[in-house]
């Protein structure tokens, strides 16, 4: 099939590139623009406890005004506030309040905190219904420069920070992030193509193919959101940008690297295209599989923002592929021998022994490297026993120097650490029974002795008076662990448990949606994580005719995952005192590093298939395989890793932590799983491992395959 599929193509490869062009020029035309989200509340199923608490709030308090930033005052030289600065805190908010700025309904001049360090004003906004909507971020923008010349004049300096705060400012860190991401994705590409070919048409080819795809694939993206009423999460844009590149760039060095080695055993350009196709085309077609396979198993998640990554994800990967088999094939096959101008190093295999030594050693001590490696992965996977999860979105991810995070540091100087988004928690009447002044005044008093919790103002009773609202402020940070434990392990027990008889309590807010997605993402672990595992078992099955392979390459990529997460919690936790680690990371780096690492599994395996068919037994046929295939592999490995390492130029550390883990994560993939692992193991399980279809078995004349080169120098990256 793929045979048939190069030789259509290099016989009318203008054909191919115009309907490309045509098929990309539809779709951007057409296609909506691609949105995301950070409000974490809009990714959970309806029925988690958070979620009905938001709903009675809507329903029972829908003119209730949320807080949706707080403006943080202190004195210039750092003293304690007089009545006179507390005069001026009054008067600017009045000001501003006359303001008549859109999305604030109040600015609220609060107490002065209890050790005269500071002062709040509380800004009430609507409750968002639209997380799309960045009104209230205008209107933040706006109160940050309306305030400036308000504190001219005064002993006062202030910061805002609060919900909409923290949005606009990661917002506008987003931007920046995305920029960052897209240069120093392209200019690593081009460098280390350079490099590895010393041909500035290769170091172009990607970027120049991928940037045409890269805008048809977010076109696709955004047009099954808008059809699915599927949110992304905000850090899908740069997500995406180093998938596309990274993943379409190892499709196009697949192809390149066998396309080079059959020039070089004499093909002519269009036969060695055509080959390249037949030889790689099944190898790209079942990692692209497993990739494709992986990301859509995240559509089981019960979490919005995983639902749509998934999905998100995979069409871009499918798209890719598609290039891969048709595109790139198209443009290599009108440039001929031209894409490498000006090296002439295609021309000839160069003299090096580095890879060629690599492959004798294992194939000469196949058992010593397959236990040196899964040791070293291994001790690294202890280190995934400290992991802890942070689910911060907003706030971790900002850098130290944002308004907001300065001003929530100052905040708490003088206040709980929870002032910034209090808990709510709801009593309703299960009946039509009324709520009494007695029992909302009662039920607040057994709120404010559970541990944890700082403060409880007087309860707000309905229009009808069968549901009392209590905003509770806790002792600790929203997003902290000490203020998970407090919602989770004792506050909602004791609302529920204390909740008179005939009502019930709920208990909502920002960190109650935190736990609960604690509760989801645990759930997702034992459904995501096997079925991505069986999904990609069955298609190594079908790829290799063996029911033996799957089961040791599925141990190397889980070995290469508990690698990763262990030094990617030593790094970030241990080392870099971070709280945790985003709580999404464990399922997005499973799925890249398993998905991805099985690109070059496949890879491998494909190639010490081949080289077994050729008659060499398993020793020889792991040692030749590392030699031909390590160059492109141990290419492809560095630029992917590259790719994603771009996230660490993002400034924040959600992605700081994203691209250090999957670049760590591709790098032992290609690295050590596929390059040394894999081959080991395969060497030492012998003919047993392509059981029962036995696929390693010499096929008569040899299924037109370019005659294997010479033993001796290996195919070094130039």
Same mark, same amino acid.
């Given at each position: 099939?793929?045979?048939?599929?190069?030789?259509?193509?290099?016989?009318?490869?203008?054909?191919?590139?115009?309907?490309?062009?045509?098929?990309?020029?539809?779709?951007?035309?057409?296609?909506?623009?691609?949105?995301?989200?950070?409000?974490?509340?809009?990714?959970?199923?309806?029925?988690?406890?958070?979620?009905?608490?938001?709903?009675?709030?809507?329903?029972?308090?829908?003119?209730?005004?949320?807080?949706?930033?707080?403006?943080?005052?202190?004195?210039?030289d750092g003293g304690k506030l007089t009545a006179a600065d507390s005069g001026d805190v009054v008067r600017i908010s009045k000001d501003l309040q006359a303001r008549k700025i859109d999305e604030v309904r109040a600015v609220v001049p609060?107490?002065?905190?209890?050790?005269?360090?500071?002062?709040?004003?509380?800004?009430?906004?609507?409750?968002?219904?639209?997380?799309?909507?960045?009104?209230?971020?205008?209107?933040?923008k706006q109160l940050r420069s309306d305030l400036k010349p308000e504190l001219k004049g005064t002993d006062l300096t202030a910061g805002i920070t609060g919900s909409a705060a923290q949005a606009l400012d990661e917002s506008d860190a987003s931007k920046k992030a995305g920029i960052l991401v897209g240069v120093g994705t392209i200019v690593i590409i081009i460098v280390l193509l350079l490099v590895i070919f010393r041909s500035p048409i290769i170091a172009l080819l990607p970027v120049v193919l991928i940037g045409l795809i890269s805008p048809m694939a977010t076109g696709l993206i955004?047009?099954?959101?808008?059809?699915?009423?599927?949110?992304?999460?905000?850090?899908?844009?740069?997500?995406?940008?180093?998938?596309?590149?990274?993943?379409?760039?190892?499709?196009?060095?697949?192809?390149?690297?066998?396309?080079?080695?059959?020039?070089?055993?004499?093909?002519?350009?269009?036969?060695?295209?055509?080959?390249?196709?037949?030889?790689?085309?099944?190898?790209?077609?079942?990692?692209?599989?497993?990739?494709?396979?992986?990301?859509?198993?995240?559509?089981?998640?019960?979490?919005?923002?995983l639902r749509s990554m998934g999905p998100a994800l995979a069409i871009a990967v499918f798209v890719t592929l598609l290039a891969g088999l048709t595109l790139v094939p198209a443009v290599v096959s009108l440039l001929g021998t031209k894409v490498f101008w000006p090296s002439k190093s295609w021309q000839r295999e160069p003299q090096g022994t580095g890879f060629a030594k690599l492959g004798g050693a294992i194939a000469r001590k196949p058992a010593v490297w397959a236990v040196v490696s899964a040791l070293f992965m291994g001790a690294l996977a202890l280190g995934a026993l400290g992991y802890k999860a942070n689910f911060d979105l907003a706030g971790s991810s900002l850098p130290k120097d944002k308004e907001s995070m300065v001003a929530l540091d100052n905040l708490q100087k003088g206040f709980p650490a929870g002032s910034t988004d209090p808990t709510s928690v709801y009593l309703s009447s299960t009946t039509d029974k009324r709520v009494t002044e007695a029992e909302a005044k009662a039920f607040r008093g057994r709120l404010a002795d559970v541990p944890g919790v700082g403060e409880v103002a007087p309860a707000r009773l309905s229009p009808d008076r069968t549901t009392a609202s209590y905003s509770v402020v806790l002792a600790d940070p929203p997003a902290s662990d000490k203020a998970l434990a407090t919602v989770k392990d004792r506050l909602r027990p004791a609302a529920h448990e204390d909740a008179p008889s005939g009502t019930?309590?709920?208990?909502?807010?920002?960190?109650?949606?935190?736990?609960?997605?604690?509760?989801?993402v645990d759930r997702d672990y034992s459904v995501v994580f096997p079925t991505a595992a069986l999904a990609i078992m069955v298609i190594l099955g079908l790829l290799l005719r063996s029911l033996v392979a799957p089961w040791y390459l599925m141990l190397s990529v889980a070995l290469g995952f508990g690698a990763t997460l262990g030094a990617?919690?030593?790094?970030?936790?241990?080392?870099?005192?971070?709280?945790?680690?985003?709580?999404?990371?464990?399922?997005?780096m499973y799925l890249f590093v398993v998905a991805l690492g099985t690109d070059y599994n496949i890879l491998m395996v494909s190639r010490l298939r081949e080289e077994a068919r050729e008659g060499?037994?398993?020793?020889?046929?792991?040692?030749?395989?590392?030699?031909?295939? $390590?160059?492109? =592999?141990?290419?492809?490995?560095?630029?992917?890793?590259? &790719?994603? @390492?771009?996230?660490? %130029?993002? #400034?924040?550390?959600?992605?700081?932590?994203?691209?250090?883990?999957?670049?760590? $994560?591709?790098? =032992?993939?290609?690295?050590?799983?596929?390059?040394?692992? &894999?081959? @080991?193991?395969?060497? %030492?399980? #012998?003919?047993?491992?392509?059981?029962?279809?036995?696929?390693?078995?010499?096929?008569?004349?040899?299924?037109g395959a370019v005659a294997p080169a010479p033993e001796g120098p290996d195919e070094h990256v130039s």
């Open positions: 099939m793929f045979s048939g599929l190069g030789r259509f193509v290099v016989r009318r490869p203008w054909w191919i590139i115009l309907a490309w062009v045509v098929a990309a020029g539809a779709v951007i035309s057409l296609a909506p623009k691609l949105t995301s989200s950070s409000d974490e509340a809009s990714f959970l199923p309806d029925h988690y406890e958070s979620i009905r608490a938001a709903d009675v709030q809507e329903e029972e308090f829908p003119k209730q005004q949320n807080i949706g930033a707080i403006i943080v005052f202190q004195r210039s609060g107490e002065v905190s209890p050790n005269k360090l500071v002062q709040t004003s509380v800004v009430a906004m609507p409750k968002i219904t639209n997380p799309e909507d960045t009104a209230q971020q205008d209107a933040v955004a047009t099954a959101n808008k059809a699915f009423d599927m949110k992304a999460d905000s850090s899908i844009q740069e997500l995406l940008t180093v998938v596309l590149f990274g993943v379409g760039t190892d499709y196009i060095l697949f192809l390149l690297f066998r396309y080079r080695e059959a020039l070089r055993a004499g093909e002519d350009p269009k036969g060695a295209m055509t080959h390249a196709v037949e030889r790689v085309g099944e190898a790209i077609t079942s990692a692209a599989g497993a990739v494709i396979v992986a990301f859509a198993a995240l559509t089981l998640s019960s979490l919005g923002m019930q309590a709920l208990v909502g807010g920002t960190t109650a949606v935190y736990v609960d997605i604690n509760k989801a990617t919690s030593l790094l970030f936790q241990q080392i870099g005192s971070q709280p945790g680690l985003m709580f999404m990371l464990p399922v997005i060499r037994d398993p020793h020889d046929a792991a040692g030749t395989a590392v030699r031909h295939s $390590g160059p492109t =592999i141990g290419s492809a490995g560095v630029i992917l890793a590259g &790719t994603f @390492a771009t996230l660490m %130029l993002a #400034g924040n550390s959600t992605l700081s932590q994203m691209g250090f883990s999957l670049s760590f $994560g591709i790098a =032992i993939a290609a690295f050590v799983m596929a390059m040394i692992f &894999t081959p @080991a193991l395969t060497a %030492l399980i #012998g003919h047993a491992a392509w059981w029962p279809g036995h696929g390693d078995e010499k096929r008569n004349g040899g299924g």
